[in-house]
Nanobody, 123 residues
Framework: QLQLVESGGGLVHAGESLRLSCEASGFTLDYYALGWFRQAPGKEREAVSCISSSGGSTKYTVKGRFTISRDNAKNAVYLQVDNLKPEDTAVYYC??????????????????WGQGTQVTVSS
C-alpha cells in the first residue's frame, strides 16, 4: 500500500526552526517528484516547495526561509523551515507524483498525499 507519512511538526515560538520529514512506504520515491504544501485554517492548500526525482531541481513557491531536500536511499523528503513566523501556522503535507523532471509546483499536479503534520507558531 502506497503511503506517505509526515512528522516533525509541533508547537514552536516565532524565530525557531523545524525540520519536517516525510517517509514513503509501499513504493520507492526514486521516480517521483515530491512537494511540500500547507493549509492554514480557513485557507486553501498552497504549494511551498517542490523537488525533482533526482533532487537536482527545486522550486520555491513560498520565498525564503524554506529548504527542501530528499534522500532517496532513505525514501524520504524533508523541509527545513527557519525563522518561523505565526503566519507559517498550518498543516504541512507532502505529496508525490511520477515524474523525472520537476513538474508544475501546485496542488493539482500531485497524486499521492500524506495525512499532514501540524505546525503551530506562537508569537
Amino acid at each position: 500500500q502506497l503511503q506517505l507519512v509526515e512528522s516533525g511538526g509541533g508547537l514552536v515560538h516565532a524565530g525557531e526552526s523545524l525540520r519536517l520529514s516525510c517517509e514513503a512506504s509501499g513504493f520507492t520515491l526514486d521516480y517521483y517528484a515530491l512537494g511540500w504544501f500547507r493549509q492554514a485554517p480557513g485557507k486553501e492548500r498552497e504549494a511551498v516547495s517542490c523537488i525533482s526525482s533526482s533532487g537536482g531541481s527545486t522550486k520555491y513557491t513560498v520565498k525564503g526561509r524554506f529548504t527542501i531536500s530528499r534522500d532517496n536511499a532513505k525514501n524520504a523528503v524533508y523541509l527545513q523551515v527557519d525563522n518561523l513566523k505565526p503566519e507559517d501556522t498550518a498543516v504541512y503535507y507532502c505529496a508525490a507524483r511520477v515524474s523525472r523532471s520537476l513538474p508544475v509546483c501546485n496542488v493539482a499536479g500531485f497524486d499521492y498525499w500524506g495525512q499532514g503534520t501540524q505546525v503551530t507558531v506562537s508569537s
